[in-house]
């Protein structure tokens, strides 16, 4: 009998090697996830779906959250205004950290109800530095506190945008009026975005939100506050569900010091543009050359 | 020339829409600009008594409850004797002022200017802003002070909070309040905290 030889081995070993990588590769299909259906798996890049695509897309996610949410919501694709650039001011000499504009971003972006999710951080720091690596975004008394100055962050929708840049497959993008927007259905989740944005204002959803359908806000649009799926990051837009139908930012409305000014900056007479003539604003880590549209300022 | 044809070729590759009417929404039809007004809190022209509604919070009596009219004497109802009793609840801290800087002693519905012209509470800011220049300034150029609705007048009207709102005028320091729940952000607490 002839000796197997040596070339005949390896040729095996490579082809259950090459079998078994396959059978690997393609196990993920075996576990097809449920709500995931052959219209998502097949829908195109945001910018890529006509007005008839878009329309089938929001009666399909409209149709998903009524089906996995029990809720009944409008999804629109709420489109730039022309000649609008959004800018957004706040005001640090009035701002006492009472969390109120998160709390109500979290209720208007449909935030996980379980995690009391929101696009807004405020940083309590000591007075007399903006040392950021030392403000704590964990205080629980009772605010403000004397020696201490409160920061909100949220997404700065940078100009020069980081999170932009590092996105592999284009899911997320800077709109013509600013807003730097995901796609949720395109995103795959890598992170890339949120470990590149210096200022920490993106979210993943570890989870699929948990929200109760009575409180699902159903005003929502496509790259805003519609409930995110599992998997894939999420980010501040200025409330463009809102903001593109002439309307204030939750955030703004929520605020009961009156420390933030929204609106646009090519407007000569608007609010925004006063303040970034008049105050001394100035933005976070200039440095890093991002060119944020959202500006602190002081009153003195 | 070649240099230009790939130029222009990846222009055109750029990630427009596929649709490009669908870059942006309509135009804004120029419409008469709307409103920006003043929200005039119940508060004005009130004094908390100590006695408390359902939810805890103060029950406020008009003003002209007691001072019906014009004059000094113009009480109809309430302790003459005693006004303390019925402006217990006032705290002054209000940059060592007397109740008569701003309420006029002849007619106690009403305030009064430095100047001494009399105007009607709802008219309150116009006092405030003699003093607090930079904050009315600041306020007019919608620089200072909360408001809710439209950022852009052409499509709805915005309401401006009123100065008393967030100032109570005889303690005008806002006082300190809890604030709403943190989030639990895996990334930002230490690791105590999440595990």
Known sequence: ?300 | MPLFTALTLLLACDQGFVDPSREYGPPVADAPAKVSRVHVPTSLGAVDTPRRDIHGAPIGVSCATCHAGPGEDAIVVGDEGNPEQMHGTIELLHGGLACDACHEPTDRRLLHLADGAKIEMAEAMKLCAQCHGPQARDYQKGAHGGMTGYWDLRQGERVRNHCVECHAPHSPKPPQVQPAPRAVDRVVFPASETH
């Not at chain 1, 009666?59 to 089906?67: C, G, I, N, S």
């Open chain 1, 1 to 300: 009998m002839e000796d197997t030889s040596r070339r005949t081995t390896l040729k095996a070993l490579g082809a259950t090697l090459g079998a078994a990588a396959f059978a690997r590769a393609m196990a993920p299909l075996a576990a097809w996830p449920e709500d995931l259906s052959i219209d998502e798996l097949l829908q195109r890049h945001y910018k890529e779906l006509s007005r008839d695509d878009m329309v089938r897309v929001l009666r399909r996610l409209e149709q998903e959250t009524l089906d996995q949410y029990g809720a009944v919501v409008t999804i629109d694709d709420v489109r730039p205004i022309p000649e609008v650039q959004f800018g957004y001011a706040l005001n640090l000499s009035v701002c006492v950290g009472c969390r109120k504009c998160a709390e109500a971003c979290h209720v208007e972006n449909n935030h996980d109800r379980a995690t009391n999710q929101s696009y807004i951080r405020v940083l309590e720091i000591k007075n007399g530095s903006v040392d950021l690596a030392m403000g704590t975004v964990d205080y629980d008394h009772a605010v403000p506190k004397k020696g201490r100055s409160y920061m909100p962050v949220q997404c700065h929708q940078c100009d020069n945008a980081p999170c932009v840049s590092v996105c592999p497959i284009e899911a997320t993008w800077k709109e013509p009026d600013g807003i730097v927007v995901v796609d949720y259905n395109w995103c795959i989740g890598c992170r890339y975005c949120e470990a590149a944005c210096p200022y920490h204002a993106r979210r993943f959803n570890w989870h699929k939100p948990e929200i109760p359908a009575e409180e699902i806000n159903p005003d929502q649009a496509y790259l805003s506050n519609r409930v995110r799926p599992q998997g894939v990051m999420e980010k501040c837009t200025f409330c463009l569900h809102r903001t593109r139908k002439g309307r204030l930012p939750a955030c703004l409305e929520a605020c009961p010091t009156g420390a933030r000014v929204f609106g646009n900056m090519l407007d000569p007479n608007s609010e925004i543009r006063w303040v970034l003539e008049n105050k001394r604003t100035f933005v976070l880590k200039e440095d890093l050359g991002t060119r944020p549209r959202f500006f602190y300022f002081f009153d003195k």
